[in-house]
């Protein structure tokens, strides 16, 4: 059974950086593209960030780009969002989710239950 | 990039009776060298993550009740559910993961009348 784990969220300033992760189970995580998005409070869906198999290939959000970096690290099956500079509408439930192959443009086919990112003084 | 819109933005449809919700993208979503569209939608129930239904615009997902169907192509789609369940209330999504940045429409929340 694919589970795909959050933690790492919580309150933090304008201005400062949280690193939240998700822990992979059920899967061979090495073998799968892995994404982040995110969902504001009584909002819709915004697509984060995007990491192929290798690393190799990665994408972020026009909103994101240059203070988030994705990362994966495979030997503990764990995909990392390390967010530097954070503004009030970064505020939202953060998902991680499970590319349905390899390439970063296969789309998502699971999505983890989120840890909750709140920015504010 | 790529814009997703929905319509409409919410419907109420009695149980049993057909659901029907339209999604569109400012551009073609269908990759040529594969016939593949990459189009996805997702369902949320409150409370709870998405949950993927529908993927190439129009693959039900392992386990997805044969009631809800997805059809289209190029930039237009729909998702269809032939006969609304009480547990289908929830907001539909769909997705195109086609070309960076990927996006989502702004989904359309489905409720019982």
Partial sequence: EVQLLESGGGLVQPGGS?????????????????SWGRQAPGKGLEWVSV????????????????????????SKNTLYLQMHSLRA?????????????TSSYSGIDFWGRGTLVTVSS | DI???????????SLGERATINC????SVLYSSNSKNYLT????????????????????????????????SGTDFTLTISSL????????????????????GPGTKVDIK
């Fill in chain 1, 18 to 34: 949280l690193r939240v992760s998700c822990a992979a189970s059920g899967f061979t995580f090495n073998n799968y593209a892995m």
């Fill in chain 1, 51 to 74: 990491i192929n198999k290798s690393g190799g290939e990665i994408y972020y959000a026009d909103s994101v780009k240059g203070r988030f970096t994705i990362s994966r690290e495979d």
């Fill in chain 1, 89 to 101: 509408d970064d505020t939202a439930v953060y998902f991680c989710a499970k590319g349905r192959s």
């Fill in chain 2, 3 to 13: 814009v997703m819109t929905q319509s409409p933005d919410s419907l109420a449809v």
């Fill in chain 2, 24 to 27: 569109k993208s400012s551009q």
């Fill in chain 2, 41 to 72: 939608w997702f369902q949320q129930k409150p409370g709870q993550p998405p949950k993927l239904l529908i993927y190439w615009a129009s693959t039900r997902e392992s386990g997805v009740p044969d009631r809800f169907s997805g059809s289209g």
């Fill in chain 2, 85 to 104: 369940q009480a547990e289908d209330v929830a907001v539909y999504y769909c997705h195109q993961h086609y070309s960076v940045p990927f996006t989502f």
